[in-house]
């Protein structure tokens, strides 16, 4: 039985209600609930139990001035009690009830002139975002461990429903906080949601009108007071007064009375020290409050509340600013919508709030300063606009404006895949006109005038809208692909991977450059875009030293976005330089797909332009077909080849040609395997979804030292490798070039003799009876021994010598080559020649064994004979 004790002004006004006995007795079976539950999804929250219910009432009758009492009718009494009893009780939701609120009965209950979805709905929308979270969202929900990462990580609670740890409760009740206040209105209509039903309700003899009036100043803690009033209007035809009832005024007292209690009674001192909070929110919530030291209304100021805290850090101290600035804006909201809807009734408009003032002995920042040990204030990183702008762009990208170039390329890339995707999920918003260009993206450079050019980069995507423009494209930073609204429109989750996002756009777009980019092409830029979901389009011009930008609202703009910048004669001549690097492309050659279709124009004064082709130009669906795909569990796809490409694609887009990406890590080789061949990692093309693939900022190489799947991708190379030998080795050895089998990834790696060849690994060759070893070098034509005991291959004399020695066979090294004597004046017949080993610095002596054209071949002393055919040497 609860000891729920009501204050005398409620107490008495409540015993001449006409429904006394339906509110009496929903407190007795609420309170009873209440007292037994644990709360078992929020064990580190501060009390929301009956103490909490009791304070929150006194608290309201506090708020209560004399001269309004005349106008608090028995009816605002027991209302304001339903309310204050139903406003947290979504907190104490049992496992059951839970489970029934999602996926049972009650899940369909909907108050549609405030909701749209269902609980199912909303639970799996929740879901959705929640397996998006960042770290800090998921250090500020599960806590951190002792290396300050979070201590788990979203899971389905369904999945695994009658073992729930502790994640789970620490994840469902995140879904009950941020939508208790509507579940506290249907709680008041429908009844608590149970075991496979309805657990308790209340008596019904209360008519469902006050139990919705009751619900919805319950739900109104948790809006703005505003919100409700056309739902007052449109259910009981007034916002003033409805049979003795006057909800504004319910709903000022009672978000005022809870914002109010931060006592620290609230927050169990002995439960606090001896229990462990992980969450960070939640310590300083319980410390927020015992800082609190007194509240009392006996200042000098009739018409305040004087607060009194001691925050021992300045977190705390933060927190309580938030929170008195909270409380002020609470008054100042409450007493502005109560003269709103009362002011111009002669008795009515003494409704009103005992306090219109907070005030606290921290008001006064700089004598409190005196009083700590602390800064009082909000110190940390932050930066100078512009001026931090200006020396960033320039050096991430080494000032090369072609990069710019880049950025805004695949800006218009990503926009016209998101239009495809957005039109396969609305269709109906496929005849909207987009832009009139040929291609998907248009890039055109105008010829230099004055010492002054435009490049323009226009699309035919999706376009921007108005806070997509505020808060992403001139933000720096702040990547619109991490925001929930992008999330929703193209992700989903993986039916096949559980917790796995897996984008439906090709999206390369991650870290945030947004317009920034277009400034390392020029200083002035201007916007066109119209989103097709939008009537109108909007343009601005800006430099990246305006203070205010200007944004027009325009007609008559098609779906799309054009961009285009104002380029100087220093990055006209480095745009138009057609120099291909390792790092970049040239003349902004930076896509490499069929797919969206782009245009590469410069013109010239006379308007007549030039196009320019695409050095690398890959069809999508033969790259899953043509190149190889790597297996393994990385998430996103690797495709590898040996065709002529960039080294380096991600997404189809150019990130290097560096030969830096072509060595493999000797630790990715099993022993000393990697001491026999060299081989060299292939083209890698990057399918990169979700953006995982770890590409350094300036989207040009790795962030890490290696290919995450370089281990992988070597064993992949060497089965290839040796599937190669079996199904396309040469049946006869006399009539093929060397160069024309080997494979490219086979560098100095086949073992000749005269009848057969391998590979050139010792393990291989143990039983073999060797007498001769040749080595070649500088050859790429066949050449042949005539003896079954003496092997050739290409390699370092010096260092595989060595090597070969481990075989245990007893056997002398030569050394026969090839040469084109190109510089040679002296066209005279040589016997012999010397050279230098590099690695040894020896010399070593060469008889020449045959000689045409400038070419000849000679060999160490005793070498076995061997032969070549003459007609694959270029004459």
Not at 76 to 93: E, R
Not at 516 to 540: C, M, N, P, Q, S
Not at 779 to 789: F, G, M, P, S
Request: aromatic content about 12%; some cysteine; overall charge neutral.
């Amino acid at each position: 039985m609860s000891n729920f004790k009501l204050p005398k002004l409620l107490k008495d006004l409540l015993d001449t209600n006409e429904y006394n006995f339906s509110i009496q007795e929903a407190i007795k079976e609420f309170t009873s609930w209440l007292e037994d539950s644990k709360m078992p999804f929020f064990v580190d929250y501060t009390d929301h139990g009956i103490k909490h219910l009791q304070e929150v009432l006194a608290t309201t009758c506090a708020l209560i001035p004399k001269k309004s009492k005349d106008y608090f009718s028995s009816s605002d009494a027991g209302t304001l009690i339903l309310s204050v009893l139903f406003h947290d009780c979504a907190m104490h939701l049992s496992k059951a009830g839970f489970k029934e609120l999602i996926y049972g009965n009650y899940s369909k209950n909907i108050i549609a002139e405030f909701d749209k979805k269902t609980w199912t709905e909303e639970w799996e929308d929740f879901l959705f975002f929640a397996r998006r979270w960042d770290d800090n969202k998921l250090s500020s929900i599960f806590g951190t461990d002792e290396n300050g990462i979070a201590r788990f990580s979203v899971q389905d609670p369904f999945e695994h429903f009658n073992d729930l740890n502790e994640s789970d409760h620490r994840l469902i009740g995140e879904f009950i906080r941020k939508h208790h206040a509507r579940l506290a209105h249907e709680i008041a209509i429908f009844g608590v949601p149970g075991y496979e039903g309805v657990a308790l309700r209340v008596n019904e003899k209360l008519p469902l009108e006050r139990r919705d009036l009751a619900g919805v100043i319950a739900r109104s803690h948790n809006l703005h007071v505003r919100d409700c009033l056309d739902y007052l209007q449109y259910k009981f035809g007034s916002t003033r007064e409805y049979q003795g009832i006057h909800a504004v005024y319910l709903m000022t007292l009672l978000r005022v009375a809870d914002y109010l209690q931060i006592q620290s009674s609230r927050a169990s001192e002995i439960a606090f020290k001896y229990k462990e909070i992980p969450s960070r929110i939640s310590q300083i919530e319980f410390k927020t409050h015992h800082s609190v030291k007194n509240i009392t209304a006996t200042h000098d100021d009739p018409e305040s509340l004087q607060i009194h805290a001691l925050p021992s850090e300045v977190e705390l101290f933060l927190r309580l600013k938030e929170w008195l600035n909270g409380i002020q804006s609470e008054l100042d909201a409450s007493w502005a919508v109560l003269g709103e809807v009362y002011g111009k009734q002669k008795g009515l408009r003494k409704l009103g709030l005992s306090f219109r003032r907070i005030r606290s002995n921290i008001d006064d920042v700089k004598q409190f300063s005196d009083t700590v040990s602390y800064v009082p204030d909000l110190i940390r990183f932050d930066i100078a606009r512009a001026e931090l702008l200006k020396l960033l762009i320039g050096p991430l990208y080494s000032d090369d404006p072609s990069y710019g170039v880049r950025e805004l390329m695949q800006n218009s890339i990503d926009a016209v895949r998101e239009y495809d995707q957005f039109i396969l999920d609305h269709p109906e918003c496929i005849s909207k006109p987009r832009r009139l260009q040929e291609k998907d993206v248009e890039i055109e450079l105008s010829p230099l005038i004055n010492n002054q050019a435009y490049m323009t980069i226009s699309d035919k995507g999706i376009g921007m809208k108005e806070e997509v423009i505020r808060d992403y494209f001139l933000r720096a930073g702040a990547s619109y692909r991490q925001s929930d609204r992008w999330k929703s429109a193209f992700e989903h989750s993986s039916s096949s991977e559980k917790n796995t996002n897996k984008s439906k756009v090709l999206r390369s777009g991650r870290f945030g450059v947004g317009a920034l980019a277009a400034f390392l092409i020029g200083d002035e830029i201007e916007v066109e875009t119209r989103h097709v979901t939008d009537e109108k389009g909007y343009y601005f011009k800006t430099q990246l030293e305006t203070n205010t930008i200007e944004v027009i609202k325009k007609d008559n703009i098609n779906v799309g976005t054009l961009i285009k910048v104002k380029v100087d004669v220093n990055n006209y001549k480095e745009l138009t330089n057609n120099s291909y690097r390792k790092a970049r492309p040239g003349l902004w050659d930076w896509y490499c797909l069929e797919y969206p279709t782009i245009a590469r124009k410069r013109f010239s004064i006379t308007k007549e332009h030039t196009t320019y082709t695409s050095k690398f130009k890959f069809n999508e669906d033969l790259i899953k077909n043509d190149w190889k795909k790597l297996n393994s569990n990385h998430p996103y796809e690797v495709f590898w080849s040996f065709q002529n490409a960039p080294r380096l694609i991600c997404n189809g887009l150019f990130v290097s040609d560096s030969d830096t990406l072509r060595e493999i890590p000797l630790s990715h080789f099993e022993g000393n395997l990697h001491q026999f061949f060299y081989p060299l990692y292939p083209k890698i093309f990057i399918k990169d979804v979700d953006g995982l693939f770890p590409l350094n900022l300036q989207r040009n190489d790795l962030r890490t030292n290696d290919y995450p799947f370089g281990k992988e991708l070597v064993t992949d190379l060497i089965t290839e490798m040796i599937a190669w030998f079996f199904y396309n080795g040469p049946d006869n050895l006399d009539y093929f070039s060397e160069k024309d089998w080997r494979g490219k990834w086979l560098e100095n790696l086949i073992v000749m003799r005269k009848s057969s060849y391998g590979i050139k690994i010792p393990s291989l060759m143990c039983n073999i009876n060797i007498k001769h070893i040749i080595y070649l070098l500088k050859i790429d034509t066949l050449i042949k021994t005539e003896d079954d005991e003496c092997i050739i291959f290409r390699g370092k004399f010096n260092t595989d010598h060595v090597r070969i020695k481990n075989t245990n066979n007893d056997y002398k090294p030569h050394i026969r080559q090839l040469q084109y004597r190109l510089n040679s004046k002296d066209k005279k017949q040589l016997k012999t020649y010397t050279h230098e080993d590099y690695q040894t610095e020896n010399k070593i002596k060469y008889f020449v064994e045959w000689q045409k054209n400038n070419w000849l071949m000679a060999s160490t002393k005793n070498c076995p004979p061997s032969w070549l055919y003459y007609t694959t040497i270029r004459q």
